[in-house]
């Protein structure tokens, strides 16, 4: 089941068949975070059910699964009581412990620590986009080279691993976590114009990162292209998210 429709206020729980024990993943089409669990699921090939919210509008049965209205949330009705865990990177976690296949996370101790260790790097990245996205150049000024700047650590990373992947030869946990925001980027563009976009002369080790997460099953079925997301992020701006303009296409 795929709602594919945001659904709002007043719109009732999605009728599940009885019996049914499929993850449920309630989420939104454009949210960075829910596009990290939907990684991780697509790549452990695990089947689930999703449902889009439309977080200007919320529906009431959000609220009894996610206390604070917050998505992503993870349903689980195959255990006791059909809880949901929220955060997307706990999420995450408890998938890649529950299903062990095509694991995300490294099994070693010691690697998962790193792991975690370039994720919490990822601020200054996730800050410099914040003002590239709600602000732009025009309003703060060196916003661009800001994220440029924050991407340095995660180019030489790659750099000196020398591999395709910061896990190796196929993507893991930090390539997951971190490819939303990264796809996001190539709105750049559209919104501000090529003068305004980042400059990828000065991470060319990250610039073949991005063409080789493109390639990646999980990363193809869900991924959408700059202008798309420019589209949206524009009526986001305006006030009136277009959410489902997908389904008008």
């Given at each position: 089941?795929?709602?594919?429709?945001?659904?709002?206020?007043?719109?009732?729980?999605?009728?599940?068949?009885?019996?049914?024990?499929?993850?449920r993943?309630?989420?939104?089409?454009?949210c960075?975070?829910?596009?990290?669990?939907?990684?991780?699921?697509?790549?452990k090939?695990?089947?689930?059910?999703?449902?889009?919210?439309?977080l200007?509008?919320?529906p009431?049965?959000?609220?009894?699964?996610?206390?604070?209205?917050?998505?992503?949330?993870?349903?689980?009705?195959?255990?006791?009581?059909?809880?949901?865990?929220?955060?997307?990177?706990?999420i995450?976690?408890?998938?890649d412990?529950?299903?062990?296949?095509?694991?995300?996370?490294?099994r070693?101790?010691?690697?998962?620590?790193?792991?975690?260790?370039?994720?919490?790097?990822?601020?200054?990245?996730?800050a410099?986009?914040?003002?590239?996205?709600?602000?732009?150049?025009?309003?703060?000024?060196g916003?661009?080279?800001?994220?440029?700047?924050?991407?340095?650590?995660?180019?030489?990373?790659?750099e000196?691993?020398?591999?395709?992947?910061?896990?190796?030869?196929?993507?893991?946990?930090?390539?997951?976590?971190?490819?939303?925001?990264?796809?996001?980027?190539?709105?750049?563009?559209?919104?501000?114009g090529?003068?305004?976009?980042?400059?990828?002369?000065?991470?060319?080790?990250?610039?073949?990162?991005?063409e080789?997460?493109?390639?990646?099953?999980?990363?193809?079925?869900?991924?959408?292209?700059?202008?798309?997301?420019?589209?949206?992020?524009?009526?986001?701006?305006?006030?009136?998210?277009?959410?489902?303009?997908?389904?008008?296409?």
């Amino acid at each position: 089941m795929n709602t594919g429709r945001h659904l709002g206020k007043g719109t009732p729980f999605p009728t599940v068949p009885e019996g049914d024990k499929l993850l449920r993943l309630i989420s939104g089409r454009w949210c960075p975070y829910g596009h990290r669990v939907h990684l991780v699921l697509d790549t452990k090939e695990i089947p689930y059910h999703t449902i889009y919210c439309d977080l200007l509008n919320k529906p009431e049965w959000l609220f009894e699964r996610s206390p604070l209205g917050k998505i992503p949330a993870l349903e689980l009705p195959n255990e006791d009581g059909c809880p949901a865990i929220l955060d997307s990177m706990a999420i995450c976690e408890y998938l890649d412990d529950k299903y062990p296949q095509n694991p995300v996370l490294s099994r070693d101790p010691l690697k998962k620590y790193y792991e975690k260790n370039l994720m919490e790097k990822f601020g200054p990245v996730g800050a410099a986009l914040y003002k590239v996205y709600m602000l732009g150049p025009e309003k703060a000024p060196g916003c661009i080279e800001d994220t440029e700047k924050a991407l340095e650590v995660y180019d030489k990373e790659l750099e000196s691993r020398n591999t395709p992947f910061f896990a190796g030869d196929k993507p893991g946990w930090v390539d997951f976590m971190i490819w939303p925001w990264i796809e996001r980027m190539a709105m750049i563009k559209y919104l501000y114009g090529e003068s305004n976009d980042v400059n990828y002369g000065k991470l060319k080790n990250f610039a073949k990162w991005i063409e080789s997460m493109k390639e990646v099953p999980a990363v193809k079925d869900f991924m959408l292209d700059g202008e798309t997301h420019a589209k949206y992020a524009k009526s986001k701006a305006d006030g009136n998210p277009d959410n489902d303009m997908l389904l008008k296409q």
